[in-house]
């Protein structure tokens, strides 16, 4: 059996609330990774799965429980630099909001560019030959690497993320409703391309999405959190055909959110 | 960090570029006159038809002329190389000030807005308390204990113009903060020092410039008046607003030149970077 490449034990998160206990986002969650899988957090807003994805690479500090990522301890945030780059290299993010995710004055080669710097002692004309090659795998064209963020779009934005994320070659990618803000056409481009870098890479992903359509198309398996608790888990294909739990089949006949049209839900839900 | 052109900062588009420069003539104007005004003042000695401290008897209160194309003062200096050579202490003290109380102003507000919590409720509140001297008094007190001159105002003010950039700053900072790119910039494993001065800063500067051009009229403003009072810039030493209190007794014998001409060198330098302010307020509005 080889080892999971993220393996989270009873983590909990509360949020200390001013005259009142505090308020548990996460509630003794355990789960496991393995190498090139992609595994789906599903839940609305506020089911406390976004604050699982920010403690996982080290954003927010467990209250308790275990995170541990390529087999090292990083149930805690990084102190030291070194620590934080370590983590950086194996556990990468891509955010919901491609449009604030990127600093605005920053080209997105620039962008690619800093990232490899931070990490990789490579001579300049290493580096660049990288950055050719991420944007190229992500779809970026010359004009778009050159240009700054508010010369893109929605889905170019959340491509050049991608990029960025993808540029330390981490193990793990933790997708926070990374197509949640993109419309219906764009969506399924990035998700495209998510499909097509696991294909090629030895990375796995962290999908976390209300999205059950999003969920279906990247994920083999996956759990659904309601008030900070793993409520139910399982395949991809039994959540979301055979959900058990009332909640998991509350959320297959509802949830409306940021790019979910009547029809699209139909879809999502008959397919 | 290497300086590789097509990968480090790459200038904006031309569209953009032009809208900086072309669109705002006033801006322009602003900016043409504050780097005439620094000109002159470093190239003082090149330019001024005369030795500023050169005292004529004879050529007392004279009125324009070729020899003196603003005339001379009440003991025959000639008035516009006073005003070129004073360009210099004048604009130098409120500099100063500038730089100290926007470094020191920016520093506060950086790592406040980054640690927030208990580190940003302390700061503000020693912020608090430094809003209730009023600079002008604080200014004071230092000459009263260290001396007249320009080196305790200039102290003086810095620390009292520091809360006022950094709370303005501070606000900005906190905004930046919480954009997702800087958790981005976390999640990469960057430390903070390095977001701080690679991310935060260079997004906040638009605002730092015009907290900057705000404060240097204040000061040249503050500066000015202690000078004026005598307890900044001490005579002979030429300095607008020394020679604002210097050409009062000629107000009187109908020869205002000295007085006029200096204070109105302080209220165009005043004048243009309150412009300057207001129009980069425009800018980073837009």
Known sequence: MPEPVVAVEDLRKEFPVPGAPGLVAVDDVSFELERGESLAVIGESGSGKTTLARMLVGLETPTAGRIEIDGEDRSRPGRRARERLERGRRIQLVFQNPYSSLDRRQPARACIAEMLDLHFGLSPDERDARVRELCEQVGLDERQAGALPRALSGGQRQRVAIARALAVRPQVLVLDEAVASLDVSIQAQILNLLADIRAQEDISYIVVSHDLAVVRQISDKGFVMEHGRVVERGSTVDLLDAPQHPYTQLLRRSVPGPGWTPQRRQRGVHA | ?286
């Open chain 2, 1 to 286: 960090m290497s300086g590789a052109l097509p990968i480090e900062r790459v200038i904006p588009p031309g569209a953009a570029r032009r809208r900086l420069r072309g669109r705002d003539p006033l801006l322009a104007g602003c900016v043409v006159v504050i780097a005439a005004l620094v000109l002159m003042a470093l190239l003082a000695p090149l330019i001024a038809p005369h030795d500023p401290d050169a005292s004529d008897i004879l050529a007392a209160n004279e009125g324009s002329s070729l020899s003196h194309p603003l005339g001379t003062d009440s003991v025959g200096r000639d008035i516009l190389s006073r005003i070129i050579h004073g360009a210099r202490l004048s604009l130098l003290g409120p500099a100063l000030v500038v730089v100290a109380a926007t470094v020191g102003g920016v520093a506060v507000a950086l790592v406040t807005a980054w640690r927030g919590g208990r580190v940003d409720t302390v700061a503000s509140r020693v912020l608090d308390i430094l809003f209730a001297f009023p600079g002008l008094i604080f200014a004071i007190l230092a000459v009263a204990m260290f001396g007249t001159g320009l080196v305790a105002p200039v102290i003086a003010l810095s620390i009292a113009y520091l809360p006022y950039i950094a709370r303005v700053i501070r606000s900005a900072a906190i905004r930046e903060r919480a954009l997702p790119y800087v958790e981005a910039c976390q999640v990469a494993g960057m430390s903070p020092l390095r977001i701080c001065w690679r991310h935060l800063l260079p997004n906040l500067l638009p605002y730092v410039a015009v907290q900057a051009a705000v404060s240097f009229g204040y000061a040249l403003v503050d500066l000015s008046a202690l000078s004026y009072l005598g307890l900044g810039v001490q005579p002979p030493s030429a300095e607008w607003g020394r020679m604002v209190a210097d050409g009062q007794a000629a107000i009187l014998n109908g020869n205002p030149e000295a007085s006029l001409y200096a204070g109105m060198a302080i209220v165009v330098t005043v004048l243009a970077f309150n412009l300057l302010a207001d129009r980069l307020v425009r800018r980073t509005a837009q």
